[in-house]
């Protein structure tokens, strides 16, 4: 990060795994001063994670991530999902949190019941051209390579009601695995 900053870039991309890293990662921002609104931090949405922004504080407001989930997004299935989830947990979803929640729907209530498939032929085999509406928007299996096909969301750090969300400003749907084809 020093070397970064010393650099005075206009933009840096930041790829990190998620866990406690994003939340280091927003400690050094603003340990060293780096200023978000001079220099544009962008990267993979784990960096804006709900503990990385309250690590940040207002350090994280213009931070732009691609990403497939926050709990912050905007539909129906959402709404209730976080709901439900906060009940349970006693506090806000994540991307492993929806990634669970997706297996099992495919998993129990699609593959089971529509296709009625059994466990020999194996759940990447009865997932494929299912789609449905998951927490994070449409999902769907794609029936050549097995992979999720979703949406990922371009989201700003905003302050919003006094908090610092991720909020959507733009979207690229039907993303698909394109590492296994030649």
Do not use: C
Not at 21 to 28: L, N
Request: charged share 30%; hydrophobic share 35%; glycine share 10%.
């Amino acid at each position: 990060m020093q070397r970064a900053k010393d650099l005075n870039p206009e933009a840096i991309y930041v790829f990190i795994p998620g866990g406690a890293q994003p939340a280091a990662f927003g400690k050094a921002l603003v340990d060293l001063g780096i200023d978000s609104k001079k220099t544009r931090i962008l990267g993979q949405g784990e960096i804006t994670e709900e503990n990385a922004r309250k690590v940040m504080g207002d350090a994280a407001l213009g931070l732009t991530t691609a990403f497939h989930y926050d709990y912050n997004h905007q539909s129906a299935a959402n709404r209730k999902f976080v709901a439900l989830y906060q009940v349970a947990f006693g506090r806000n979803p994540d991307y492993f949190s929806v990634s669970a929640w997706d297996g099992m729907h495919f998993d129990l209530r699609i593959a089971g019941r529509k296709t009625g498939a059994t466990r020999r032929r194996g759940p990447g085999r009865r997932s494929q051209g299912h789609e449905v509406e998951s927490p994070r928007g449409p999902i769907s299996i794609d029936p050549e390579t097995r992979d999720i096909v979703q949406t990922v969301y371009i989201r700003r750090v905003e302050k919003v009601a006094g908090q610092l969300l991720n909020v959507e400003i733009d979207k690229i749907e039907n993303v698909k695995d394109r590492s296994r084809r030649a």
